[in-house]
């Protein structure tokens, strides 16, 4: 089994930067892991959960919602088993639990085919 900690959400003033990690333990090696894609998605209270951004193991490719290109960052370290997503420039509309998932089909899939999601954190921008 593989699991994934999400931590570094919190309060943040608009304009303001927060950078969510991702770290995945268990059997994060072979095919008991086999998602080679890491994503972000969110929602927002009475919101569908939707996904902001991507990236491939590799690095070699990256995925980025219109709603939050140009001020999201996303990037691994694989070494750490670890995903980031830091944020600038932040919106009081970017308020919103924030999932960490993994998953095997490019950029995306339903939410019923990711194979493995965090737990969730909150971030909570004030305007």
């Known amino acids: 089994q593989v699991q994934l900690v999400e931590t570094g959400g919190g309060l943040v003033q608009a304009g303001g930067s927060v950078r969510l990690s991702c770290e995945a333990s268990?059997?994060?090696?072979?095919?008991?892991?086999?998602?080679?894609?890491m994503g972000w998605y969110r929602q927002a209270p009475g919101k569908e959960r939707d996904l902001i951004s991507a990236?491939?193991?590799?690095?070699?490719?990256?995925y980025y919602a219109d709603s939050v290109k140009g001020r999201f960052t996303i990037s691994r370290d694989s070494a750490k088993n670890t995903v980031y997503l830091q944020m600038d420039s932040l919106k009081p509309e970017d308020t919103a639990v924030y999932y960490c998932?993994?998953?095997?089909?490019?950029?995306?899939?339903?939410?019923?085919?990711?194979?493995?999601w965090g737990q969730g954190t909150q971030v909570t921008v004030s305007s």
């Open positions: 998932a993994a998953y095997s089909t490019w950029p995306r899939v339903e939410l019923s085919r990711v194979n493995y």
């Open positions: 268990g059997r994060t090696r072979g095919n008991n892991f086999g998602a080679n894609i």
């Open positions: 990236i491939r193991w590799s690095g070699t490719s990256t």
